[in-house]
Protein backbone atom coordinates (compact mmCIF):
# COMPACT_ATOMS: atom_id res chain seq x y z
CA UNK A 1 0.00 0.00 0.00
CA UNK A 2 1.55 3.46 -0.89
CA UNK A 3 1.79 6.37 1.40
CA UNK A 4 1.75 9.91 0.19
CA UNK A 5 3.88 12.31 1.17
CA UNK A 6 2.75 15.85 0.84
CA UNK A 7 5.65 18.38 0.08
CA UNK A 8 3.60 22.23 1.02
CA UNK A 9 6.82 23.74 0.09
CA UNK A 10 7.59 22.46 -3.31
CA UNK A 11 6.46 24.90 -5.82
CA UNK A 12 4.50 21.25 -7.54
CA UNK A 13 0.69 20.82 -7.71
CA UNK A 14 -0.44 18.92 -5.12
CA UNK A 15 -2.55 16.52 -7.37
CA UNK A 16 0.76 16.22 -9.28
CA UNK A 17 3.30 15.00 -5.95
CA UNK A 18 -0.13 12.71 -5.84
CA UNK A 19 0.18 11.28 -9.26
CA UNK A 20 4.05 11.56 -9.28
CA UNK A 21 4.25 9.05 -6.02
CA UNK A 22 1.90 6.56 -8.11
CA UNK A 23 3.57 6.62 -11.08
CA UNK A 24 7.10 6.56 -9.12
CA UNK A 25 5.26 3.27 -7.18
CA UNK A 26 4.37 1.60 -9.99
CA UNK A 27 7.58 2.12 -12.01
CA UNK A 28 9.76 0.47 -9.10
CA UNK A 29 7.09 -2.23 -8.59
CA UNK A 30 5.22 -1.01 -5.08
CA UNK A 31 1.88 -1.25 -7.08
CA UNK A 32 0.96 -3.22 -9.39
CA UNK A 33 -2.08 -4.42 -10.85
CA UNK A 34 -5.18 -4.89 -9.18
CA UNK A 35 -3.86 -3.40 -6.23
CA UNK A 36 -6.14 -1.04 -4.30
CA UNK A 37 -5.28 2.86 -3.89
CA UNK A 38 -5.69 4.42 -0.62
CA UNK A 39 -9.47 5.50 -0.46
CA UNK A 40 -9.88 9.23 -0.93
CA UNK A 41 -10.98 9.67 2.71
CA UNK A 42 -7.78 7.52 3.99
CA UNK A 43 -5.39 10.31 1.88
CA UNK A 44 -7.29 12.90 3.75
CA UNK A 45 -6.70 11.81 6.89
CA UNK A 46 -3.09 10.76 6.40
CA UNK A 47 -1.71 14.35 4.40
CA UNK A 48 -4.58 17.05 5.67
CA UNK A 49 -5.62 17.96 1.44
CA UNK A 50 -8.90 18.82 0.42
CA UNK A 51 -10.88 15.76 -0.64
CA UNK A 52 -11.36 17.29 -4.57
CA UNK A 53 -7.41 17.40 -4.98
CA UNK A 54 -7.19 13.69 -4.32
CA UNK A 55 -9.94 13.05 -6.46
CA UNK A 56 -8.26 15.09 -9.49
CA UNK A 57 -4.81 13.43 -8.95
CA UNK A 58 -7.52 9.88 -9.37
CA UNK A 59 -8.87 11.27 -12.34
CA UNK A 60 -5.74 12.18 -14.04
CA UNK A 61 -4.22 8.39 -13.25
CA UNK A 62 -7.42 7.59 -14.79
CA UNK A 63 -7.34 9.24 -18.10
CA UNK A 64 -3.44 8.02 -17.99
CA UNK A 65 -5.12 4.79 -18.26
CA UNK A 66 -3.06 3.67 -14.56
CA UNK A 67 -5.68 2.73 -12.50
CA UNK A 68 -9.79 2.34 -12.41
CA UNK A 69 -12.88 3.37 -10.56
CA UNK A 70 -15.10 0.61 -9.22
CA UNK A 71 -18.18 2.01 -7.42
CA UNK A 72 -18.43 1.01 -3.59
CA UNK A 73 -15.01 -1.13 -4.11
CA UNK A 74 -12.54 1.84 -4.74
CA UNK A 75 -9.65 2.63 -7.44
CA UNK A 76 -7.68 0.03 -8.34
CA UNK A 77 -4.11 -0.40 -10.18
CA UNK A 78 -4.88 -1.33 -13.78
CA UNK A 79 -1.16 -1.03 -15.66
CA UNK A 80 2.23 -1.60 -14.18
CA UNK A 81 5.13 1.24 -14.96
CA UNK A 82 7.87 -1.38 -13.59
CA UNK A 83 10.86 -2.75 -15.94
CA UNK A 84 12.69 -5.61 -14.68
CA UNK A 85 15.77 -2.96 -14.82
CA UNK A 86 14.48 -1.18 -11.92
CA UNK A 87 12.89 -4.19 -10.02
CA UNK A 88 14.35 -4.35 -6.09
CA UNK A 89 17.27 -7.47 -7.33
CA UNK A 90 18.28 -5.60 -10.01
CA UNK A 91 22.31 -4.79 -10.84
CA UNK A 92 21.48 -1.61 -11.85
CA UNK A 93 19.54 -0.62 -9.02
CA UNK A 94 22.13 -1.98 -6.52
CA UNK A 95 25.11 -0.19 -8.24
CA UNK A 96 22.81 2.82 -8.06
CA UNK A 97 22.29 2.22 -4.10
CA UNK A 98 26.02 2.09 -3.91
CA UNK A 99 26.53 5.22 -5.73
CA UNK A 100 23.96 7.30 -3.70
CA UNK A 101 25.96 5.24 -0.41
CA UNK A 102 29.38 6.72 -1.75
CA UNK A 103 27.65 10.21 -2.37
CA UNK A 104 26.39 10.83 1.01
CA UNK A 105 29.64 9.36 2.67
CA UNK A 106 31.25 12.00 0.47
CA UNK A 107 29.11 14.86 1.84
CA UNK A 108 26.78 15.06 -0.65
CA UNK A 109 23.31 15.62 0.57
CA UNK A 110 19.81 14.99 -0.98
CA UNK A 111 19.68 17.85 -3.48
CA UNK A 112 23.32 17.41 -3.99
CA UNK A 113 22.98 14.24 -5.09
CA UNK A 114 19.24 14.96 -7.15
CA UNK A 115 21.40 17.84 -8.95
CA UNK A 116 23.77 15.38 -10.29
CA UNK A 117 21.55 13.03 -11.22
CA UNK A 118 19.27 15.60 -13.09
CA UNK A 119 22.49 16.41 -14.91
CA UNK A 120 23.57 13.15 -15.46
CA UNK A 121 20.37 12.68 -16.87
CA UNK A 122 20.68 15.32 -19.15
CA UNK A 123 24.35 14.46 -20.88
CA UNK A 124 23.18 10.86 -21.39
CA UNK A 125 20.32 12.25 -23.20
CA UNK A 126 22.66 14.82 -24.87
CA UNK A 127 24.90 11.87 -26.55
CA UNK A 128 23.80 9.95 -30.06
CA UNK A 129 22.71 6.56 -29.23
CA UNK A 130 25.88 4.03 -28.87
CA UNK A 131 28.16 6.41 -27.54
CA UNK A 132 27.71 5.26 -23.60
CA UNK A 133 31.13 5.79 -21.94
CA UNK A 134 32.96 2.76 -22.07
CA UNK A 135 33.14 2.66 -18.40
CA UNK A 136 30.12 0.61 -18.21
CA UNK A 137 29.87 -2.68 -16.75
CA UNK A 138 31.88 -5.36 -19.08
CA UNK A 139 32.69 -2.80 -21.18
CA UNK A 140 35.68 -0.94 -19.24
CA UNK A 141 38.54 0.57 -20.59
CA UNK A 142 41.48 -1.73 -20.53
CA UNK A 143 44.28 0.10 -17.71
CA UNK A 144 47.62 1.74 -19.57
CA UNK A 145 49.17 -1.40 -17.55
CA UNK A 146 47.05 -3.93 -20.08
CA UNK A 147 48.17 -1.94 -23.39
CA UNK A 148 51.73 -1.78 -22.95
Same mark, same amino acid.
Given at each position: ??????????????????????????????????????????????????????????????????????????????????????? =????? +???????? $? *? /??????? %? #??????????? =????? +???????? $? *? /??????? %? #????
Amino acid at each position: MIEFQVNRHSGVATYLQLVNQVKQALRLGVLEPGDRLPTARAVVEATAINPNTVLKAYRELEREGLVEPRPGQGTFVTRSLSRPEAA =ADSPL +RADLVDWV $T *R /AHAAGLG %R #EDVLALVEAAL =AEAAA +RPRGAERS $T *R /AGTERPS %R #EDTQ
